[in-house]
């Protein structure tokens, strides 16, 4: 997404911008970015910021395939005793999965524990109610609460409603491949 719509260009995203005026939002933080892309943000906030860990998840594996082949190119270039990995600094802080936020089941919901001190969501909002509905968008903000540690903080960049409209362009079939 970054990539392709930013070719030959020096990319500068503006919610880095306003991620550094909170920089204390991710120090020492263990974070979850779902939604993560191609994890240009992920790594971003990872290089930036003394965090802790950040796990960037995408339901779409060509795209966690092209971050974890990022993030591994930069592990590689460093040596195998590099002080970075003793730190957790970058690329040691970073990780990407492949999977579904949205769970089969709501049962699900009863073994999500605390385990995250800040989430991104960023720009996912409209993907996840387009193919999931109200009842997926629900239990998205119920397995973020439920991940959340005390105090934690849920960092939530929605689309705005004509952003949706959009979407009518869209074939069916176009959307089932970026699904």
């Given at each position: 997404?970054?990539?392709?719509?930013?070719?030959?260009?020096?990319?500068?995203?503006?919610?880095?911008?306003?991620?550094?005026?909170?920089?204390?939002?991710?120090?020492?933080?263990?974070?979850?970015?779902?939604?993560?892309?191609?994890?240009?943000?992920?790594?971003?906030?990872?290089?930036?910021?003394?965090?802790?860990?950040?796990?960037?998840?995408?339901?779409?594996?060509?795209?966690?395939?092209?971050?974890?082949?990022?993030?591994?190119?930069?592990?590689?270039?460093?040596?195998?005793?590099?002080?970075?990995?003793?730190?957790?600094?970058?690329?040691?802080?970073?990780?990407?999965?492949?999977?579904?936020?949205?769970?089969?089941?709501?049962?699900?919901?009863?073994?999500?524990?605390?385990?995250?001190?800040?989430?991104?969501?960023?720009?996912?909002?409209?993907?996840?109610?387009?193919?999931?509905?109200?009842?997926?968008?629900?239990?998205?903000?119920?397995?973020?609460?439920?991940?959340?540690?005390?105090?934690?903080?849920?960092?939530?960049?929605?689309?705005?409603?004509?952003?949706?409209?959009?979407r009518k362009k869209m074939t069916v079939w176009f959307l089932i491949l970026i699904c």
């Amino acid at each position: 997404y970054y990539g392709y719509r930013n070719k030959d260009k020096d990319f500068h995203d503006i919610r880095l911008d306003v991620f550094e005026q909170q920089g204390e939002l991710f120090k020492g933080k263990h974070i979850l970015d779902v939604g993560c892309n191609s994890g240009f943000i992920t790594m971003e906030v990872a290089k930036r910021f003394e965090i802790k860990s950040i796990v960037g998840l995408d339901i779409d594996k060509g795209l966690i395939n092209q971050a974890i082949k990022t993030i591994t190119k930069h592990k590689k270039s460093l040596p195998m005793d590099n002080d970075l990995r003793k730190q957790h600094s970058f690329p040691f802080n970073c990780s990407f999965v492949h999977g579904n936020y949205i769970l089969k089941d709501d049962v699900l919901l009863e073994i999500e524990t605390a385990q995250f001190d800040v989430i991104l969501c960023l720009s996912i909002t409209k993907w996840i109610q387009l193919n999931f509905g109200d009842e997926g968008l629900k239990q998205a903000f119920r397995r973020m609460f439920l991940q959340l540690k005390a105090n934690g903080r849920l960092i939530l960049e929605a689309q705005p409603y004509d952003n949706y409209g959009r979407r009518k362009k869209m074939t069916v079939w176009f959307l089932i491949l970026i699904c």
